[in-house]
């Protein structure tokens, strides 16, 4: 059994704002083990970057409300102090945020940002730091490093930024790296190269991986579980063959019917999700995708537990009874560009 290293419980995060009380997050749990990787997929809006700042302890602010818990190897994180936060952060758990031109800073050379990290927590000396920046350069795979250690953002490409992201990241060697929309605005070569080092760094540094991602198809090939949020809910849980061959809710089915498939052009999708998410200021009564689902009924005004019922550690929060979802379901399982898991 690998050690869990994250147990997220029930979380809440609610925000104060001019127009109302804003439920980003609605009684999310799950949990992560060492060395896994999991994905947390669902479209903007759906609560998952505020999960991801909750677990950092970068929501907190007068307007926030946050309930439940985050435990770190048992060490409860919402109630820990700025000095534990700040040494968690970085050592403990990174993560890599949506846009690196907003969290590199554009005044100060690549290699000075990372070996600033290290020296904020290591008392390493300069020539140390600037080694082991170089070092971390190169395993993310920034061609040259010992020269590229001294250029700007700017000089860097796209992709060689979401490279030294990364490598700032790994600066303090964390156990868990959570990495927020890694490659949107990256074109689609860049992202499965982003995916490829993420992927590698999983497997030669046992680094656990949270990637948080609109499109299901980014996390298909590396991904050991998913959890699918709607509204600020996880709407389905499960190990990734599990989503992609059984999936027991409507919006995943949805989720699957609009990815791009290699042998299809991009603009002849299977089945776009017809209508708008919810608003989290005043989000629908009962199942949050209500609204939006086809296959809706007077039981879903309520809102339905995330409940196990067709696989070890598979769970979906939908009304709909396992034998009517089977006749439901659209997508047909292995047209997703897949192959088949072992019998
Ligand atoms: N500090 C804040 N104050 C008020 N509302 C906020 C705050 N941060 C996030 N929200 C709101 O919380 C909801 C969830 O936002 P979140 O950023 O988690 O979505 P997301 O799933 O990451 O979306 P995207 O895919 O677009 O990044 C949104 O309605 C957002 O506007
Ligand atoms: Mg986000």
Known sequence: MSEQLLSVRDLRVRFTTEDGIVH???????????????????????????????????????NARIEGSVAYRGRELLTADDEELMRVRGEEIAMIFQDPMTSLNPVYKVGDQIGEAIQAHRHESDHKAREQTIELLAAVGIPDPSKRVDNYPHEYSGGMRQRAMIAMGLALEPTVLIADEPSTALDVTIQAQILRLLEQLNRDR?????????????VAEIADR????????????????????????????????????????????????TGQPPSLLAPPAGCHFRPRCPHAFDRCTRVPPLETRVGENHA???WLSVEQKKTLRV?????????????
């Open 206 to 218: 046992d680094l656990a991986v949270i990637i948080i991602t609109h499109d299901l198809g980014v």
């Open 24 to 62: 980003a997050v609605d009684g999310v749990s799950f949990d992560l083990a060492a060395g896994e990787v999991l994905a947390i997929v669902g479209e903007s809006g759906s609560g998952k970057s505020v999960t991801a700042q909750t677990i950092m302890g970068l929501t907190r602010s007068p």
């Open 226 to 273: 998913v959890l699918v949020m709607y509204g600020g809910r996880i709407i389905e849980s499960g190990s990734l063959e599990q989503i992609f061959y059984d999936p027991q809710h409507p919006y995943t089915w949805g989720l699957l019917g609009s990815l791009a498939r290699p042998d299809r052009p991009r603009t002849m999708r299977l089945s776009q999700i």
């Open 331 to 343: 997508v047909k399982t292995g047209e997703i560009g897949l192959e088949a898991p072992a019998a």
């Open 316 to 318: 979906d929060r939908c």
